[in-house]
């Protein structure tokens, strides 16, 4: 049960922690609702086949889901012995050292606001659009935004439990009508017949295999977060494993699936044509196509939910990211400071609705496209970023048993997060290389991008050799104590 404060406690008095008592299945709620299923189905699929390898991947989300299940194997054993919440970043630290540690921590920050700013940028259009749809006023792409960030930073500044029991609902309808959708594709035969040939190595290699593994492993984005709400888990010990293993099965066999059927409902021959004439409406005409007009408005309805339950998963975790940093002070202690009655990181809540405003703004002002410019660059920059994180956690899982002993199980310390550090190194390689073709073709965008990615780390790199000449006991509070 949730403790309770004392009547008449200060709002912003600081009670020891997070706490709470979420189970496995609201904490896959949260990261699962992270991923956007629906919106990858519908959005991120029709374009990954365009420039990826067609009617084949569906194949990649497998690949993706096997590469990661090797990395949560290490995931899940750290999070046993290391009894923090600060995920990557305090898993890197207690792996490769304080330095490595908050760089990781700073990456970490500029990959999940970067993804959720891209993410209120599509929706922002998107509600547009299907206002306009309806004979409604032409309102700016950005006022539809910032009045997501208001009402996501609301729910972000109550407890954790409340944004859980808002997500559920919303990921459970969205599951739903692509579950119904390829039920009744599969009940239809499909255009031409079901069949395999999208797992047939002719059609998983054509195309560019490398860009479709690169858009599969981007759809993932939000699963590893579990370790974030280890202090608000039931039973961390158990719920954590269970959540991150729980999600990262769930989403995979929900994309295969999803994407398979998707590709039925065209056929294998036509999927590609029907993607290029419009990649973002593909899911509702086939909708449309399967479900009827009503089955089409339901997946558009459902679509905008995807979206903002996204971007509210997304604030939780940045909030505690910010969190876990100020408690270390390496950023300003008050974002460490706990809602006496809500139990949330409220301060950190606040300073995180004001980042995404304000960088909605300045898009805004810049005249950026929200969609071609807002979210594509900026799902680039964050695609790049987790893949760079996880591998480098798997590094720190290899390195933290092997210097500790800790866990001699050579499958859970060594093998399963060594291959998963290949497969998540050569991903990153592969988005660094296609990092302009992410971003539209241009170069000069590109290697402006790659380097502000580059200077977040690097600049967590330089405040921690910094504090270990000016402040010694705050460096050796990074990752509580530990040898550097």
């Given at each position: 049960m949730t403790p309770i404060s004392p009547p008449g406690a200060s709002a912003s008095a600081p009670p020891a922690g997070l706490h709470g008592s979420l189970g496995t299945g609201a904490i896959i709620f949260m990261v699962v609702a992270?991923?956007?299923?629906?919106?990858?189905i519908g959005g991120s699929a029709p374009i990954a086949m365009l420039i990826g390898d067609g009617a084949g991947f569906p194949s990649m989300f497998v690949v993706a889901a096997v590469v990661l299940l090797l990395f949560s194997v290490g995931l899940s054993a750290m999070s046993r012995h290391v009894p923090k919440a600060g995920a990557f970043f305090t898993y890197i630290g207690y792996g490769l050292g304080r330095p490595a540690g908050l760089g990781a921590a700073y990456l970490a920050l500029l990959t999940y606001t970067t993804v959720q700013v891209a993410v209120y940028g599509f929706l922002g259009a998107a509600l547009r659009r299907s206002v306009m749809d309806i004979h409604g006023p032409d309102i700016p792409w950005y006022v539809?935004?910032?009045?997501?960030?208001?009402?996501?930073?609301?729910?972000?500044?109550?407890h954790i439990e409340?944004?859980?029991?808002?997500?559920?609902?919303?990921?459970i309808a969205e599951v739903g009508i692509v579950l119904l959708l390829g039920v009744v594709i599969v009940a239809r035969g499909g255009a031409a017949g079901l069949s395999a040939q999208p797992f047939t190595p002719h059609l998983a290699l054509s195309g560019s295999?490398?860009?479709?593994?690169?858009?599969?492993l981007a759809g993932f984005i939000g699963f590893e977060a579990t370790a974030i709400f280890r202090d608000e888990a039931r039973d961390p010990a158990r719920t954590i494993p269970r959540a991150t293993y729980g999600a990262v099965i769930s989403i995979g066999l929900f994309y295969t699936f999803g994407t398979w059927a998707l590709v039925m409902a065209w056929g294998p021959d036509r999927i590609l044509d029907e993607a290029g004439k419009d990649p973002g409406g593909l899911i509702v005409r086939t909708a449309s196509e399967y479900l009827g007009s009503v089955g089409a408005v339901a997946v558009n309805v459902l679509l905008l939910t995807s979206l903002f339950a996204c971007v509210l998963s997304f604030h939780n975790v940045v909030a505690r990211y910010q969190h876990s940093m100020g408690t270390t002070n390496v950023l300003p202690a008050g974002l460490a400071r706990v809602h006496a009655r809500h139990a949330s990181p409220h301060l950190s809540s606040l300073v995180q609705t004001a980042t995404a405003a304000t960088l909605v703004v300045v898009f805004a002002?810049?005249?950026?496209?929200?969609?071609?410019?807002?979210?594509t660059w900026f799902s680039g920059v964050a695609s790049l970023g987790v893949a760079v994180l996880m591998a480098l956690t798997c590094a720190a899982v290899i390195v933290y048993f092997a210097r500790t002993r800790a866990d001699t199980r050579i499958w859970h310390t060594r093998i399963a997060p060594a291959l998963g550090l290949v497969g998540l190194a050569l991903t990153a390689w592969l988005i660094a290389v296609n990092f302009p073709t992410l971003i539209g073709g241009s170069t000069t965008l590109a290697a402006v991008l790659l380097l502000i990615t580059a200077a977040?780390?690097?600049?967590?790199?330089?405040?921690?050799?910094?504090?270990?000449r000016a402040n010694r006991i705050v460096y050796d509070g990074i990752v509580d104590a530990i040898a550097a």
């Open positions: 992270a991923a956007a299923p629906l919106t990858v539809y935004a910032l009045a997501v960030i208001a009402i996501v930073g609301t729910l972000g500044y109550r409340f944004s859980s029991k808002v997500l559920g609902p919303l990921l295999p490398g860009l479709g593994l690169m858009m599969a002002l810049c005249r950026l496209d929200p969609e071609l410019e807002v979210f977040f780390p690097l600049a967590g790199i330089a405040q921690a050799y910094a504090l270990r």
